[in-house]
């Protein structure tokens, strides 16, 4: 069994500058993201030698750990995949249909993502996802890396709304960042992750 591995960057740290500084994506990736990929490790380990010694009142504790590791994890990786120097503007063909068909237009949408990673209390993540159940586009909130989510749903698109991915930069204008990070969005990256879930 492998362990977890902290992925390569699809650019260079200062190819972003128009929504963030290459200082804060390299603090972001190289230092944040990687912890929560050792902490994920670490949390497999421990459970492993947990159930090795039959000692099962550690492992709630333990699985919440892996909860919060391994979905910064995900959810870090997804977000680097999101974006890229070449990005901005909207999306078109399919991805586009369906937002207009389950948000009514591309600017009603832009404009829930945008108010749900803003209005996050405390730290956590604004994401449009992909809901298999209704068959239909959601736009969620995540709190730290996880709960408050559809169980079952597919994120596409996910905004960063923790305070070191924009604090250094933006201070403590959340909405300045979340503005800037549509100039970045790669929408091939995000539709290509729809058509995957109509597949």
């Not at 099962?56 to 870090?76: M, N």
């Not at 298999?132 to 994120?155: C, F, S």
């Not at 596409?156 to 503005?179: G, K, S």
């Amino acid at each position: 069994m492998g362990a977890y591995t902290l992925p390569d960057l699809p650019y260079d740290y200062s190819a972003l500058e128009r929504a963030m500084s290459a200082e804060i994506l390299e603090l972001h990736h190289s230092k944040h993201h990687l912890a929560y990929v050792n902490g994920a490790n670490q949390t497999l380990e421990q459970l492993a030698e947990a159930r090795d010694k039959e000692q099962f009142g550690s492992l709630v504790g333990l699985q919440k750990t892996l909860g919060f590791h391994l979905s910064g994890h995900v959810l870090h990786s997804l977000f680097w995949e999101n974006l890229s120097p070449e990005g901005g503007d909207r999306p078109e063909g399919a991805l586009a249909d369906a937002i207009t068909e389950h948000f009514g237009s591309f600017e009603a949408f832009r404009g829930q993502l945008t108010a749900a990673t803003v209005g996050v209390q405390g730290s956590g993540w604004g994401i449009l996802s992909w809901e298999p159940l209704g068959g239909r586009l959601i736009v969620e909130q995540v709190y730290d890396h996880h709960g408050n989510v559809g169980q079952g749903t597919t994120p596409l698109l996910a905004f960063d709304a923790w305070e070191h991915a924009y604090y250094l930069q933006y201070r403590n204008v959340r909405p300045d960042y979340v503005t800037r990070l549509w100039d970045v969005v790669n929408w091939q990256d995000v539709s290509a992750r729809y058509a995957a879930t109509q597949g």
